[in-house]
């Protein structure tokens, strides 16, 4: 089988292999790495001990905690449950038990976000090493590293690596069923077929989208079986890591087949969700594909995004490289097709391509230095530390910034603390869906509410309801954070001010909702309108630094604070006093 050729400038002499020279590269990788690792972990802390992202919040450290002595059935298959089988055995080294992490979790919950997050980002910092070596086995160190140092400082995996969820960890298996996927490529050995196979199966079961790394081996395999005479091998090849792809995966999600009724539900549901864009008020881009696109220029970089698809052209027409285009390319233009057809789309669901996309973008930067002068000579170097930086540089800047946002106050703990300062306990209150439901609770003072919750009105997400043409206060059903603008209108004011709701907290991520959808919340607009012009606006907390913002409504850049307008982590909040009904005289 022929292999993939290494791209250098002809008649350029072999490098090295003495242990300088392999000194100098383990020097550069673990640069490399711990630069990764620094920007992975700072601001890890940011928001707690509130967790304000909904994903992290519910989906992955309470089932962990509730799998905790048993790692039985986690009854949850929204999300596939690698991640929190993980997340259990981590917690159950460090803490020693469930007893221990609930202590922990009530008496210190910064400890317990912060060991989960601190997985992620050793996880993050592992898939850029991983990078390195399948960009190695592909063409040759010199890409490998290039394709490391970007993903190292990309917005996206960095940003994602500081919180607990699944898409950075997804990486990880990805990058080894790639790095086996380009042995099959380069060697067509059988423990490549079965490496490949199990790290897809892990893959699936961290994220169902992790699924996609399968094409990659379908084309290698492909590739493989094409060969004369390698027909047979590549079928058995491929049969194997089909195998081994659904025992690793029921492995790591083993309730998929033991209560596969939950599993298939909980699929359909995932499914239904994605698909159905009518819930999700506040969607800025009419095109899912376009979406994506738009991500890699922010999330990965314009350059490295342009530079990908220059390397998808040039490789075409390098005919010894033909087949690396065909092991990438196709994955990621059906994945950004699948994904962008899907009613709802967010940045970080780009995860799993993101390693294809830094790949292309490093074969590109180095093809250009070969091309421009020979390899080894003073020029080439320069024009390598150029493509490095003009690939780095975006996303560097970009990574440090969000670094220096994560590490300072949230936006929501400091008017928690004005509030706390200057709002009586058990004063009714109504804070909108922009934070947890453990914000609200008493913790700490000497005389505890009979709910818990320090001001009346909480849980949050029960503040309004529809019932007989009027709208209640804190009674069911549950409004949540997807519906709570279509049941507001200016009439609620007087509602509040008739029932002392004197004091009204609202946060830029539901308020930039209805600006980014006026037509379908016109109630909405005018409920904004009217506070304003009724409450007397006592404080604000602004993420923005000065003479900075607003930053206009997006799922992305409102909630990852990618923007240089931000200075600190959170949304724009306001606290205001109502002024009429029985709220008139009220001190503010």
Not at 198 to 208: D, H, R, S
Not at 260 to 279: C, M, R, V, Y
């Given at each position: 089988?022929?292999?993939?050729?290494?791209?250098?400038?002809?008649?350029?002499?072999?490098?090295?292999?003495?242990?300088?020279?392999?000194?100098?590269?383990?020097?550069?990788?673990?640069?490399?790495?711990?630069?990764?690792?620094?920007?992975?972990?700072?601001?890890?802390?940011?928001?707690?001990?509130?967790?304000?992202?909904?994903?992290?919040?519910?989906?992955?450290?309470?089932?962990?905690?509730?799998?905790?002595?048993?790692?039985?059935?986690?009854?949850?298959?929204?999300?596939?449950?690698?991640?929190?089988?993980?997340?259990?055995?981590?917690?159950?080294?460090?803490f020693g038990g469930r007893d221990a992490v609930s202590h922990a979790l009530a008496t210190n919950p910064t400890e317990v976000w912060v060991i989960a997050r601190l997985t992620v980002g050793v996880l993050g910092?592992?898939?850029?090493?991983?990078?390195?070596?399948?960009?190695?086995?592909?063409?040759?160190?010199?890409?490998?590293?290039?394709?490391?140092?970007?993903?190292?400082?990309?917005?996206?995996?960095?940003?994602?690596?500081?919180?607990?969820?699944?898409?950075?960890?997804?990486?990880?298996?990805?990058?080894?069923?790639?790095?086996?996927?380009?042995?099959?490529?380069?060697?067509?050995?059988?423990?490549?077929?079965?490496?490949?196979?199990?790290?897809?199966?892990?893959?699936?079961?961290?994220?169902?989208?992790?699924?996609?790394?399968?094409?990659?081996?379908?084309?290698?395999?492909?590739?493989?079986?094409?060969?004369?005479?390698?027909?047979?091998?590549?079928?058995?090849?491929?049969?194997?890591?089909?195998?081994?792809?659904?025992?690793?995966?029921?492995?790591?999600?083993?309730?998929?087949?033991?209560?596969?009724?939950?599993?298939?539900?909980?699929?359909?549901?995932?499914?239904?969700?994605?698909?159905?864009?009518?819930?999700?008020?506040?969607?800025?881009?009419?095109?899912?594909?376009?979406?994506?696109?738009?991500?890699?220029?922010?999330?990965?970089?314009?350059?490295?995004?342009?530079?990908?698809?220059?390397?998808?052209?040039?490789?075409?027409?390098?005919?010894?490289?033909?087949?690396?285009?065909?092991?990438?390319?196709?994955?990621?233009?059906?994945?950004?097709?699948?994904?962008?057809?899907?009613?709802?789309?967010?940045?970080?669901?780009?995860?799993?391509?993101?390693?294809?996309?830094?790949?292309?973008?490093?074969?590109?930067?180095?093809?250009?230095?070969?091309?421009?002068?020979?390899?080894?000579?003073?020029?080439?170097?320069?024009?390598?530390?150029?493509?490095?930086?003009?690939?780095?540089?975006?996303?560097?800047?970009?990574?440090?910034?969000?670094?220096?946002?994560?590490?300072?106050?949230?936006?929501?703990?400091?008017?928690?603390?004005?509030?706390?300062?200057?709002?009586?306990?058990?004063?009714?209150?109504?804070?909108?869906?922009?934070?947890?439901?453990?914000?609200?609770?008493?913790?700490?003072?000497?005389?505890?509410?009979?709910?818990?919750?320090?001001?009346?009105?909480?849980?949050?997400?029960?503040?309004?309801?529809?019932?007989?043409?009027?709208?209640?206060?804190?009674?069911?059903?549950?409004?949540?954070?997807?519906?709570?603008?279509?049941?507001?209108?200016?009439?609620?004011?007087?509602?509040?001010?008739?029932?002392d709701f004197c004091w009204v907290v609202t946060g830029s991520t539901q308020a930039g909702r209805t600006q980014a959808s006026p037509k379908q919340v016109p109630h909405a607009i005018a409920y904004y309108k009217?506070?304003?012009?009724?409450?007397?606006?006592?404080?604000?907390?602004?993420?923005?630094?000065?003479?900075?913002?607003?930053?206009?409504?997006?799922?992305?850049?409102?909630?990852?604070?990618?923007?240089?307008?931000?200075?600190?982590?959170?949304?724009?909040?306001?606290?205001?006093?109502?002024?009429?009904?029985?709220?008139?005289?009220?001190?503010?």
């Amino acid at each position: 089988m022929s292999a993939v050729v290494p791209q250098s400038a002809p008649g350029a002499p072999a490098a090295p292999a003495g242990p300088t020279y392999r000194a100098r590269w383990g020097l550069a990788l673990g640069a490399v790495l711990l630069l990764a690792l620094a920007l992975r972990v700072w601001g890890v802390k940011s928001g707690l001990p509130y967790v304000y992202n909904t994903d992290e919040d519910q989906h992955f450290v309470p089932h962990a905690i509730g799998l905790l002595g048993h790692l039985g059935n986690p009854n949850y298959f929204d999300n596939p449950p690698a991640y929190t089988y993980l997340l259990a055995a981590v917690y159950t080294l460090w803490f020693g038990g469930r007893d221990a992490v609930s202590h922990a979790l009530a008496t210190n919950p910064t400890e317990v976000w912060v060991i989960a997050r601190l997985t992620v980002g050793v996880l993050g910092t592992l898939a850029v090493w991983l990078l390195y070596l399948v960009g190695s086995r592909l063409f040759d160190r010199r890409v490998g590293l290039l394709a490391a140092a970007l993903m190292a400082v990309s917005f996206l995996p960095v940003f994602y690596s500081k919180l607990a969820l699944n898409d950075v960890p997804t990486l990880v298996p990805v990058e080894v069923s790639l790095w086996a996927s380009a042995g099959v490529l380069r060697f067509a050995r059988r423990r490549h077929y079965a490496i490949a196979g199990f790290a897809l199966g892990i893959a699936a079961a961290t994220k169902y989208t992790g699924g996609i790394v399968g094409l990659p081996l379908l084309a290698a395999a492909f590739l493989h079986a094409r060969e004369p005479g390698a027909r047979r091998a590549g079928l058995k090849g491929l049969a194997t890591a089909a195998v081994l792809a659904l025992v690793a995966f029921i492995i790591a999600d083993p309730y998929s087949l033991i209560d596969f009724a939950a599993f298939k539900a909980s699929l359909a549901h995932q499914s239904s969700e994605s698909a159905e864009a009518s819930g999700k008020l506040g969607l800025t881009h009419g095109s899912g594909v376009l979406y994506y696109l738009w991500t890699v220029t922010w999330g990965v970089g314009w350059v490295p995004g342009i530079a990908a698809l220059v390397a998808a052209v040039a490789l075409w027409f390098e005919r010894q490289n033909r087949r690396v285009l065909l092991l990438f390319v196709p994955a990621l233009v059906i994945y950004l097709i699948f994904m962008g057809v899907q009613g709802r789309y967010f940045g970080r669901w780009l995860m799993p391509v993101v390693p294809l996309i830094c790949l292309l973008a490093a074969y590109a930067g180095m093809r250009a230095a070969d091309l421009a002068a020979p390899v080894r000579s003073r020029r080439h170097l320069a024009i390598v530390a150029l493509a490095a930086c003009a690939l780095c540089a975006q996303g560097l800047v970009y990574s440090v910034h969000s670094g220096i946002v994560n590490s300072r106050a949230d936006t929501r703990n400091i008017t928690r603390a004005w509030l706390v300062a200057h709002v009586p306990l058990g004063t009714p209150v109504v804070v909108e869906p922009v934070v947890p439901e453990e914000w609200g609770l008493d913790v700490g003072h000497p005389l505890p509410t009979t709910t818990g919750y320090r001001w009346v009105g909480f849980p949050i997400f029960r503040t309004h309801r529809a019932s007989d043409g009027e709208l209640g206060l804190d009674v069911g059903p549950s409004v949540t954070i997807e519906n709570y603008e279509r049941v507001l209108s200016p009439g609620l004011i007087g509602l509040y001010e008739r029932n002392d709701f004197c004091w009204v907290v609202t946060g830029s991520t539901q308020a930039g909702r209805t600006q980014a959808s006026p037509k379908q919340v016109p109630h909405a607009i005018a409920y904004y309108k009217a506070l304003a012009h009724a409450g007397k606006l006592v404080f604000s907390a602004s993420p923005y630094g000065r003479g900075d913002g607003p930053v206009a409504f997006n799922f992305d850049w409102s909630f990852d604070y990618y923007p240089l307008a931000y200075a600190r982590p959170g949304a724009l909040m306001n606290v205001y006093h109502l002024t009429g009904g029985r709220c008139a005289g009220a001190g503010a």
